[in-house]
């Protein structure tokens, strides 16, 4: 009986002791990670205070609050779950992602970053490795210098973004990828960019949707290499001095292609301007610019889309080739215009459908004009203007209807040179003497 009584004694103590053990490790854990709404991150590795301002371990996160400067550090992939967070710094990015696999940064309900940064670390957000912005909430940005900066690939999968920045709104080095999102960007410099020059690969823009309103200084949309766009609903407006800086709407150095989408353009540089070529598939165009509407110095190339253009000339390229869609211009020097900017292609306007009107300003203006031929295969070509039609080479209607200042003619005037001289044949324009 004494045995038993020892063995129950012992069991007791052995219990006792466990439970001890179990109570004393739940209750450190709670010390060192306490419940708070509003300076601490969580993840399900690692619970971080803020005051520490540094993340050096992989994970997700979770930032609400009031904060101040948070750094990223790691070679581990980090998500940051920003839930009506404001992040505040006063030397440097808000959010500082210096090393890290792959930085997502998601936003739930609203959120305010605020940062005054330094040339070296130009963006509120800035990130040397790819970043990744998403979610259903918004983000205010406002900067002394740049919005968002990745110095490598930057992709936007959605959230609302109201950006305020004295230099460029939204900048990625190797690419910039958007499929949704709602952004309102107020930029001293570009409003959207890329800047890479050693990889011809990359330097791209592609947007396959989204809400844009951009009113910038410089460039609204800028892309070192290819700019595609495949469909959203863009209101771009800059103001910029075209003398001293480039101002335009969408720009490219090397392809823009357009697939679908509606534009209401308001430029004082070029609205559609490419240093190489543009491909318009489709899309909805309100465009006014000081200077062109739509310019390439290699090949424009329409094929279908709703185009109303308000400008001093209206397309301008080395080859203009229109195959289709509704055109509308309104142009105070050349309606549509083809002259030598580019060796990759012979000067020329072809025009094998479509429905075109062009009206032109007074003047010594030309609402068709080509420093080489102008072939005429399809579609209507409405020209109202003192010149309707002016080329160097060869002018000839193989289809289509062409009404100059109201009159229906089979054969291509030419006010060759903008004065009264005629061209092959001495056609003049119907009602000219």
Request: one cysteine or more; hydrophobic letters at 30%; aromatic letters at 4%.
């Amino acid at each position: 009986m004494k045995n038993k009584k020892i063995i129950f004694i012992i069991v007791g103590i052995i219990i006792f002791i466990s439970v001890a053990i179990c109570f004393g490790l739940a209750l450190k854990k709670y010390k060192d990670n306490p419940k708070t709404t509003t300076t601490t991150t969580t993840s399900s590795k690692d619970t971080v205070s803020l005051s520490s301002n540094k993340i050096t371990k992989g994970g997700t996160y979770k930032i609400t609050g009031n904060n101040e400067c948070i750094e990223i550090d790691t070679n581990d992939s980090v998500e940051l779950d920003l839930e009506n967070a404001t992040i505040t710094c006063k030397n440097g990015p808000a959010i500082n992602i210096v090393s890290s696999d792959k930085t997502t940064i998601v936003l739930t309900g609203e959120n305010t970053i605020t940062s005054t940064t330094t040339e070296d670390l130009d963006g509120a957000i800035y990130s040397k490795d790819d970043l990744i912005l998403s979610g259903t909430g918004s983000l205010k940005i406002t900067s002394n210098l740049d919005g968002i900066v990745s110095k490598d690939d930057l992709i936007i999968n959605g959230g609302t973004y109201i950006i305020n920045s004295e230099d460029d709104g939204i900048r990625g080095k190797d690419s910039v990828e958007i499929t949704s999102g709602t952004f309102t960007i107020n930029a001293g410099g570009d409003g959207i960019k890329t800047t890479t020059e050693e990889d011809k690969e990359k330097g791209y823009i592609t947007i396959t949707g989204g809400t844009f309103t951009i009113n910038s200084v410089n460039d609204g949309i800028q892309a070192v290499t290819n700019l595609n766009i495949k469909d959203g609903t863009f209101t771009i407006k800059t103001t910029g001095d075209p003398n001293t800086d480039s101002a335009k709407g969408l720009k490219s150095d090397s392809l823009i292609t357009i697939d679908g989408g509606t534009f209401d353009i308001d430029t004082t540089d070029d609205s559609i301007h490419s240093d190489g070529n543009i491909v318009i598939n489709k899309g909805k165009f309100t465009i006014k610019s000081n200077d062109d509407g739509i310019h390439a110095d290699g090949m424009a190339e329409i094929k279908d889309g709703e185009i109303d253009v308000t400008a001093a000339e209206g397309i301008e390229a080395t080859y203009v080739k229109i195959d289709g869609g509704t055109i509308n211009i309104s142009a105070s020097d050349d309606g549509i215009n083809a002259g030598n900017k580019s060796n990759d292609y012979s000067v020329k306007v072809e025009i094998n459908g479509g429905n075109i009107t062009v009206k032109m300003g007074q003047g010594d203006t030309d609402g068709v004009d080509s420093n080489g031929d102008i072939i005429i295969n399809g579609g209507t070509i409405n020209v109202t203007g003192q010149s309707t039609f002016d080329y160097d080479g060869t002018g000839v209607i193989n289809g289509g209807t062409v009404i100059c200042n109201g009159e229906k003619v089979t054969t291509l005037p030419n006010q060759f040179m903008g004065g009264g001289m005629g061209g092959p044949g001495e056609n003049r324009m119907p009602g000219m003497r």
